[in-house]
């Protein structure tokens, strides 16, 4: 199906950009002729060795060269940059040399206000920061840990971790108490940092009570410092603001290409929240790359509306190290209404704007005009996390700007970047992305694993890319990591998204084909749920899925089965959300709580999310699941009544 054509590059804009810098640097390099992206994208994953070398020395990384830059080609197992040295920060520190006195960062915060911070302030800052945490006894390996918003202080902290090649970790303040210890406890961090509490939607949020629960529960922590917000330090806490100020010069340490840069968390379906671990070198050079497709330079004002515990707010420091300056927005996009953010990005002139699909379609609905707001700047918008309907598409050209290169992509935490996106080069066509992202082998397979086009299939990569995970921390032989991604197809990465690949090379993301719950962008494990949910005396057993489709509301209903004796009242809801938000995060509350009977267990006890799913979504009873496998298949006719109700809505 060939879609409508929305917007198109003008020859300056394309000739401009840096993909079109890049195609003529691989150009003279291999000495080939790229007569289309495709010809670029197909030399990309067929000769990876050259095509990241490419990338290196296109974006100037810094550091000592790769002898080889994949060393051995398989999946799982790959290895990746032998020989290499490099650090993140420094990367950073390289690009701050350029202009100073520029912004490196502007920030707006319901907590504090509006503030400005220059390349030579961030440098100082974070070396500061650095000196003080060496001080505490902080070394290579060591991890340090969290509990921020989206503004200046966590990114200072984690340039100053990483530069002393220590592993940062990070997770939103919104976040619950347990779910915050089911991840840092896996981890055993030396540093926490955390922020007292926070304003959000005009309504301070004290934190302090969790924060003393989450440090009780990690006692190999040795410092505690802490963002004063809404009362004073407990003893023996640091004060954040004590270590910015010192005088310090701190040189980041060269480490192996692979030496952990980060740890973030991608739930699965059962057991604790899976921590990946993301390595400097991989990063960097994802980084590098995705800033192509952002056609990003230190021209641009970049921000990317974000919560800090989505991986988008780790993706966008890839505009910092092109030199950009990042707009950071910490607050509600809906306080004191709708227009906060695009006044946000009006006021400071931001030319690169993204945000989670959600966020432009709550714009949508609720009949936002973003184009009365001077937009001028405004060149490029990002969207990702979800699907982006059409409906989205027409409202961002009649209702944001006819003039504006859309660039959606998709991808996920576990390689931090993206498989598909954009490309300043081309075409938008409505509800398309518009090509394959550089140096991933991205496609669509049939249940078979034959490759597909122009139908629905399993989004795959089939060659290993540098960002994917280093290891999942305590997955000693690494099961967890095969079971992960290669189980379905041998030697393939399997993301647990569908899609479907144009003959042209762009596609459509359908939503999740895995159990994964994907709320406004932010995914989260059903195991977390779960365990909030079933601690209730009232809960025997439950069942969560995450009805995210194109072209739907995302809808996820939670199904209990109650204590004998007991009803579905308004009582019990008031309960069964409380332990969510308490527990879990406001975000997770389902939008509707169901009594059943029974949830379906396959014959080894596991809980059947991903048929209920699929039926859900509208498959054939008959197909989605096999009833001899059913421990208990009457309990199924329950979701068939659902679905019945459900789709006839």
């Known amino acids: 199906m060939s879609r409508k054509i929305l917007w198109s590059p003008t020859p300056e804009f394309a000739q401009s950009s840096t993909m079109a810098a890049f195609t003529a640097f691989a150009e003279t390099r291999t000495g080939q002729r ?26 100037n990384v810094q550091g000592k060269r ?23 920060a420094a990367q950073i520190f ?64 984690f340039l100053a971790t990483a530069s002393l090649g220590a592993v940062w970790s990070l997770c939103a303040p919104d976040m619950g108490q347990v779910a915050i210890l089911d991840r840092f406890r896996q981890i055993e961090p030396k540093v926490l940092i955390a922020q007292d509490g926070y304003v959000h939607a005009g309504k301070m949020i004290d934190k302090r009570a969790a924060l003393r629960d989450i440090s009780d529960g990690l006692p190999s922590v040795t410092h505690h410092i802490r963002v004063p917000v809404v009362g004073a330090l407990d003893q023996g806490h640091i004060d954040w603001a004590s270590l910015t100020t010192a005088s310090a010069q701190v040189t980041p340490v060269p480490v192996a290409f692979d030496h952990p840069l980060w740890i973030v968390y991608s739930s699965g379906t059962t057991g604790n929240p899976t921590p990946i671990v993301h390595g400097h070198g991989g990063i960097v050079l994802e980084a590098s790359k995705q800033a192509l497709h952002h056609n990003l330079t230190d021209q641009d004002r970049f921000m990317w509306f974000t919560s800090s515990g989505w991986i988008m707010w780790n993706a966008q420091w890839m505009g910092l190290g092109q030199g950009a300056t990042i707009c950071l927005y910490d607050g509600a996009p809906n306080h004191p209404d709708m227009h906060v953010v695009w006044r946000f990005v009006a006021d400071q002139k931001v030319t690169n704007f993204g945000a989670g699909a959600a966020f432009f379609d709550s714009c949508r609905k609720m009949g936002v005009t973003a184009r009365d707001h001077d937009l001028s700047a405004l060149t490029t918008l990002g969207s990702t996390g979800s699907p982006l309907s059409s409906d989205v598409y027409d409202w961002i050209y009649a209702d944001v700007k006819s003039d504006v290169w859309l660039t959606p992509i998709s991808g996920g935490t576990d390689l931090a970047g993206a498989f598909v ?32 086009f122009d139908e629905v299939g399993e989004l795959v990569c089939t060659e290993p890319l540098p960002s994917m995970p280093l290891y999942f921390w305590g997955d000693e032989d690494g099961t967890r990591l095969h079971d992960s991604y290669f189980d379905t197809y041998p030697g393939v990465w399997r993301h647990g998204d569908w899609i479907e690949i144009t003959g042209e090379g762009g596609s459509v993301i359908y939503g999740r084909s895995d159990a994964t719950i994907n709320r406004k962008g932010l995914r989260m494990g059903s195991a977390e749920i779960y365990q909030a949910v079933e601690g209730l005396d009232v809960v025997m057993d439950s069942l969560v899925v995450d009805l995210e489709f194109l072209g739907r509301d995302s809808f996820m209903p939670l199904f209990v089965v109650l204590a004998a004796g007991s009803t579905l009242t308004d009582e019990i809801k008031d309960q069964i959300n409380t332990a969510i938000r308490e527990a879990v995060s406001a975000r997770f509350i389902p939008n509707e709580i169901v009594e059943i ?26 197909m989605v699941v096999n009833r001899d496998s059913m421990a208990n298949p009457e309990s199924f006719e329950t979701f068939i009544d659902y679905a019945k109700a459900h789709n006839a809505e």
């Not at 938008?428 to 249940?447: F, I, K, P």
């Open 421 to 452: 996106g954009g490309n300043p080069m081309m075409p938008v066509r409505a509800g398309e992305m518009q090509c394959r992202l550089l140096g991933n082998a991205a496609r669509a397979y049939d249940a078979q694993g034959n490759e597909v």
């Open 34 to 59: 790229f007569d289309s992206y495709n010809d670029l994208w197909e030399w990309s994953i067929s000769d990876l060795e050259a095509f990241w070398g490419a990338i290196w020395d296109f974006c």
């Open 94 to 157: 390289h690009v701050a040399q350029k202009n100073p006195n520029a912004p490196a960062l502007i920030v707006q915060s319901e907590t504090f206000g509006t503030s400005q911070i220059s390349w030579a302030e961030l440098t100082a800052q974070v070396t500061a920061v650095a000196a003080n945490l060496r001080e505490m006894g902080v070394a290579k390996g060591d991890r340090v840990v969290a509990i921020l918003p989206n503004t200046e202080t966590a990114l200072i902290a």
């Open 597 to 622: 009977p029974a949830v379906p267990r396959t014959l080894s006890g596991k809980k059947l999310e991903v048929p209920v799913k699929k039926l859900l979504l509208g498959g054939d009873p008959a």
């Open 66 to 88: 790769p002898d080889q830059f994949l060393v051995k080609n398989q999946m799982p197992g790959a290895e990746w940059g032998a020989g290499c040295e490099l650090n993140y």
